[in-house]
C-alpha cells in the first residue's frame, strides 16, 4: 500500500488511523477495523482509502446491508467527492466500469455476483456477523480490508473481518478537542420490564411495546419534551410502528408538530420529513430504528429513547444521533423515558472495542436504585438524600428522582467523584493503547494538577522512578 494522499484537510486523529491502517497493512495484516464514534468522519477516513486505490489503477467496493443503507452510502460518497457506481441494476448511479462501487452484501450473495476489488470496505461492521458476510470475505482471499463502525461490541467475533484494530481517539477526547458534543441526560420513571422476556439478546418487542404505550409514558415524554427540550428538533426511537405513530399522535394533539417514519415510507417522502425537521416545521421525528445508522442529521439536539434495551450497541447508535456539530449547538439533551442510561451508562464513559466477540458490556461500576427516595446512581453513598449502601463501591454522577426529570450531569459534582471516574477511564485506555504506567499519572496531572493527583491516584499504581521524580521514561 502506498500512501494516502490529501491529508492536509483532515483532522489530526484522522491523519493518524490514516497512518496506522497503511502500518498494518504493511506489516501483512490485510484486515483492518477503524472504530472511531458516530459523527467523527469515519466516511472522510475510508474515501481516502478508496480514491487513493483507484489513483493506483486498484478497484474497491463498499459494501453495506439492504438498499436503503446503498442510498445511504451514495449520498455520503457524493458529498465526499468520490467518482463511484453503484452495482445495482437499473440504479441512477450504475456505473460498472468506475473503480469504486457500491454493493449489497445480500444482493451478492443471492445472485453470486463477486465484483473485482483490492480493497474492501465493511461501513456498519457491528452488522457483519452473518454468513452472508462470512461468505464476502471467503470470496476476496487476496483483498485488503477495512472494516468500520462506532460499535466493535458484537457478540459474535468480527474477527474474520479485522485482525487488528485501529482506535485513534476515545468520544471523550472528541468532545474535548471539539469535535463532537456530549450529552445531557435526563431520567424520568424507569418502565418496570421485570416481567418482560429476552429473546435473541433484548427484551421482547410485543411484551415491550404493552408496557411502553401506556398513555402515562406518552403524555410523560410530550411534557418533558416541552419542559427541557422546548423547539430542540428531536428524534424518537420507539418500540414499534404502532408505538411510534401514537407517540406522534400526541405530540400533534398536545401541539407540538411531530412526523412518524417507518420502513415503508418512500424515500422522497422521508427526505422530505427530514427537511421539515431541518427547518424547523417539525420539531419531533418518531420512528423505531430506520434513524440509528448511515444517516447525518447535526442539526439535531435532542434524542428522546422511548425503547428500552438490553443492546449497548443500539443504545450507542441511537444517542450517536445527537453528537455532531452543528451551529450554535454546545450539547445535545438525551430524555431518557427506557432506562437506557441507567442500564449502560453514559455515552462518554470508555469501553474497549472487541473483535473477539462478546456476552456482555459491563458497566464502569453497578447501578444502584436507593431504597429511601429511589434515585438511581452508581457507588456507595445516594447523590440525592445521603442513604449508604456499599462501603466497596465508587461514586458516580447518575441521578434518578421518581417521578421527574433530573439531569445526569457530573459537571457539579466534588471532584473526588470525577477524578475517580476519569482514573478508571484512563486505566482502560491505557490497557488498550498498551500505555506505560507512567502516562495516567501525568495525564491527571494535566487535567487535575499534581496535588489532585498524588491525592487521589494510589501511589502503588506509580512507578518508583516517578515518585523520586524522574520524568523521562514516560
Same mark, same amino acid.
Given at each position: 500500500? %502506498?500512501?494516502?494522499?490529501?491529508?492536509?484537510?483532515?483532522?489530526?486523529? #484522522?491523519?493518524?488511523?490514516?497512518?496506522?491502517?497503511?502500518?498494518?497493512?504493511?506489516?501483512?495484516?490485510?484486515?483492518?477495523?477503524?472504530?472511531?464514534?458516530?459523527?467523527?468522519?469515519?466516511?472522510?477516513?475510508?474515501?481516502?482509502?478508496?480514491?487513493? %486505490?483507484?489513483?493506483?489503477?486498484?478497484?474497491?467496493?463498499?459494501?453495506?446491508?439492504?438498499?436503503?443503507?446503498?442510498?445511504?452510502?451514495?449520498?455520503?460518497?457524493?458529498?465526499?467527492?468520490?467518482?463511484?457506481?453503484?452495482?445495482?441494476?437499473?440504479?441512477?448511479?450504475?456505473?460498472?466500469?468506475? @473503480?469504486?462501487?457500491?454493493?449489497?452484501?445480500?444482493?451478492?450473495?443471492?445472485?453470486?455476483?463477486?465484483?473485482?476489488?483490492?480493497? *474492501?470496505?465493511?461501513?456498519?461492521?457491528? #452488522?457483519?456477523?452473518?454468513?452472508?458476510?462470512?461468505?464476502?470475505?471467503?470470496?476476496? @482471499?487476496?483483498?485488503?480490508?477495512?472494516?468500520?463502525?462506532?460499535?466493535?461490541?458484537? &457478540?459474535?467475533?468480527?474477527?474474520?473481518?479485522?485482525?487488528?484494530?485501529?482506535?485513534?481517539?476515545?468520544?471523550?477526547?472528541?468532545?474535548?478537542?471539539?469535535?463532537? *458534543?456530549?450529552?445531557?441526560?435526563?431520567?424520568?420513571?424507569?418502565?418496570?420490564?421485570?416481567?418482560?422476556?429476552?429473546?435473541?439478546?433484548?427484551?421482547?418487542?410485543?411484551?415491550?411495546?404493552?408496557?411502553?404505550?401506556?398513555?402515562?409514558?406518552?403524555?410523560? =415524554?410530550?411534557?418533558?419534551?416541552?419542559?427541557?427540550?422546548?423547539?430542540? @428538533?428531536?428524534?424518537?426511537?420507539?418500540?414499534?410502528?404502532?408505538?411510534?405513530?401514537?407517540?406522534?399522535?400526541?405530540?400533534?394533539?398536545?401541539?407540538?408538530?411531530?412526523?412518524?417514519?417507518?420502513?415503508?415510507?418512500?424515500?422522497?417522502?422521508?427526505?422530505?420529513?427530514?427537511?421539515?425537521?431541518?427547518?424547523?416545521?417539525?420539531?419531533?421525528?418518531?420512528?423505531?430504528?430506520?434513524?440509528?445508522?448511515?444517516?447525518?442529521?447535526?442539526?439535531?439536539?435532542?434524542?428522546?429513547?422511548?425503547? @428500552?434495551?438490553? %443492546? /449497548?450497541?443500539? /443504545?450507542? #447508535?441511537?444517542?450517536?444521533?445527537?453528537?455532531?456539530?452543528?451551529?450554535? &449547538?454546545?450539547?445535545?439533551?438525551?430524555?431518557?423515558?427506557?432506562?437506557?442510561?441507567?442500564?449502560?451508562?453514559?455515552?462518554?464513559?470508555?469501553?474497549?472495542?472487541?473483535?473477539?466477540?462478546?456476552?456482555?458490556?459491563?458497566?464502569?461500576?453497578?447501578?444502584? #436504585?436507593?431504597?429511601?427516595?429511589?434515585? *438511581?446512581?452508581?457507588?456507595?453513598?445516594?447523590?440525592?438524600?445521603?442513604?449508604?449502601?456499599?462501603?466497596?463501591?465508587?461514586?458516580?454522577?447518575?441521578?434518578?428522582?421518581?417521578?421527574?426529570?433530573? !439531569?445526569?450531569? =457530573?459537571?457539579?459534582?466534588?471532584?473526588?467523584?470525577?477524578?475517580?471516574?476519569?482514573?478508571?477511564?484512563?486505566?482502560?485506555?491505557?490497557?488498550?493503547?498498551?500505555?506505560?504506567?507512567?502516562?495516567?499519572?501525568?495525564?491527571?496531572?494535566?487535567?487535575?494538577? !499534581?496535588?489532585?493527583?498524588?491525592?487521589?491516584?494510589?501511589?502503588?499504581?506509580?512507578?518508583?522512578?516517578?515518585?523520586?521524580?524522574?520524568?523521562?521514561?514516560?
Amino acid at each position: 500500500m %502506498s500512501c494516502f494522499v490529501d491529508t492536509f484537510n483532515l483532522r489530526p486523529y #484522522q491523519v493518524d488511523a490514516l497512518d496506522q491502517i497503511k502500518s498494518h497493512y504493511r506489516r501483512g495484516n490485510k484486515k483492518v477495523l477503524l472504530h472511531l464514534s458516530t459523527g467523527s468522519g469515519k466516511t472522510v477516513i475510508f474515501s481516502h482509502v478508496m480514491r487513493e %486505490s483507484a489513483l493506483k489503477a486498484k478497484r474497491s467496493i463498499m459494501v453495506v446491508r439492504g438498499r436503503h443503507l446503498v442510498n445511504q452510502a451514495a449520498d455520503r460518497l457524493l458529498k465526499a467527492g468520490i467518482y463511484f457506481g453503484v452495482h445495482m441494476a437499473g440504479h441512477k448511479l450504475h456505473r460498472p466500469l468506475a @473503480p469504486i462501487q457500491i454493493c449489497s452484501v445480500d444482493t451478492l450473495r443471492a445472485r453470486n455476483i463477486r465484483p473485482p476489488a483490492d480493497i *474492501v470496505i465493511i461501513d456498519e461492521a457491528h #452488522q457483519a456477523t452473518s454468513k452472508s458476510y462470512l461468505d464476502l470475505v471467503a470470496n476476496y @482471499p487476496d483483498a485488503y480490508f477495512l472494516a468500520v463502525t462506532a460499535t466493535p461490541f458484537t &457478540k459474535r467475533p468480527l474477527n474474520h473481518l479485522a485482525e487488528v484494530i485501529v482506535s485513534p481517539i476515545t468520544f471523550s477526547e472528541l468532545v474535548e478537542q471539539g469535535y463532537l *458534543v456530549d450529552a445531557r441526560y435526563y431520567a424520568p420513571d424507569i418502565p418496570n420490564l421485570e416481567n418482560v422476556k429476552v429473546t435473541g439478546g433484548d427484551y421482547c418487542a410485543v411484551q415491550l411495546a404493552d408496557i411502553m404505550e401506556n398513555n402515562a409514558l406518552v403524555g410523560n =415524554m410530550v411534557e418533558h419534551y416541552l419542559k427541557i427540550a422546548s423547539d430542540r @428538533p428531536a428524534i424518537c426511537f420507539a418500540v414499534n410502528i404502532e408505538h411510534s405513530e401514537m407517540i406522534c399522535d400526541r405530540f400533534n394533539s398536545d401541539g407540538v408538530p411531530c412526523e412518524h417514519m417507518e420502513a415503508g415510507t418512500p424515500e422522497i417522502e422521508r427526505n422530505a420529513i427530514l427537511e421539515r425537521l431541518r427547518t424547523g416545521i417539525t420539531k419531533v421525528v418518531t420512528n423505531v430504528g430506520i434513524l440509528c445508522t448511515g444517516v447525518d442529521l447535526p442539526h439535531v439536539s435532542c434524542i428522546i429513547m422511548a425503547r @428500552p434495551t438490553k %443492546s /449497548y450497541i443500539l /443504545y450507542i #447508535q441511537q444517542a450517536g444521533r445527537g453528537t455532531r456539530l452543528f451551529e450554535n &449547538k454546545n450539547d445535545f439533551i438525551l430524555l431518557d423515558h427506557a432506562g437506557n442510561s441507567l442500564r449502560h451508562g453514559m455515552i462518554s464513559d470508555y469501553k474497549r472495542p472487541n473483535i473477539a466477540g462478546q456476552t456482555r458490556i459491563e458497566l464502569l461500576r453497578p447501578v444502584r #436504585q436507593c431504597e429511601q427516595c429511589f434515585a *438511581v446512581y452508581y457507588g456507595a453513598t445516594c447523590p440525592a438524600c445521603g442513604a449508604y449502601a456499599d462501603p466497596g463501591a465508587l461514586e458516580r454522577e447518575i441521578l434518578h428522582f421518581k417521578g421527574r426529570l433530573t !439531569e445526569l450531569d =457530573m459537571k457539579n459534582l466534588p471532584v473526588s467523584i470525577r477524578i475517580k471516574r476519569r482514573i478508571n477511564e484512563l486505566k482502560e485506555i491505557k490497557r488498550e493503547k498498551k500505555y506505560k504506567r507512567g502516562w495516567i499519572y501525568y495525564k491527571l496531572i494535566d487535567e487535575y494538577g !499534581e496535588e489532585l493527583t498524588n491525592l487521589y491516584f494510589p501511589k502503588l499504581e506509580v512507578p518508583p522512578w516517578i515518585l523520586r521524580g524522574s520524568k523521562n521514561r514516560t
